[in-house]
Nanobody, 116 residues
Framework: QVQLVESGGGLVQPGGSLRLSCAVSGITFRLYAMGWYRQAPGKQREWVATIARDNTTMYTDSVKGRFTVSRDNAKKTAYLQMNSLKPEDTAVYSC??????????WGQGTQVTVSP
């Protein structure tokens, strides 16, 4: 079966850094784009960043210059490096693997809390 497992979340102070990981199994990882999403309490889930299979990256405006998405195809793992964290970054962060509408898979999410 397909499995995506996020890790690396936790509590960090404003201005701090965190690196999230998304370990993937059950798919041909290199053929999938990997996306990161987040959902804060009382808010809709929003797209954060994507890295395509050719390593093209895209970011939502609010994280540009602070977050970096990357992937390691040998380890079948995607990463989200988060620097200069702000309280408004607090959310559950989830990863998504997608090849097509039918072949789209989600992880369970990991909590990121930015607070003094």
């Amino acid at each position: 079966q397909v499995q995506l497992v996020e890790s690396g979340g936790g509590l960090v102070q404003p201005g701090g850094s965190l690196r999230l990981s998304c370990a993937v199994s059950g798919i041909t990882f290199r053929l999938y784009a990997m996306g990161w999403y987040r959902q804060a309490p009382g808010k809709q889930r929003e797209w954060v960043a994507t890295i395509a299979r050719d390593n093209t990256t895209m970011y939502t405006d609010s994280v540009k210059g602070r977050f970096t998405v990357s992937r390691d195809n040998a380890k079948k793992t995607a990463y989200l490096q988060m620097n200069s964290l702000k309280p408004e970054d607090t959310a559950v962060y989830s990863c998504k693997a997608y090849f097509s509408e039918a072949n789209t898979y989600w992880g369970q999410g990991t909590q990121v809390t930015v607070s003094p």
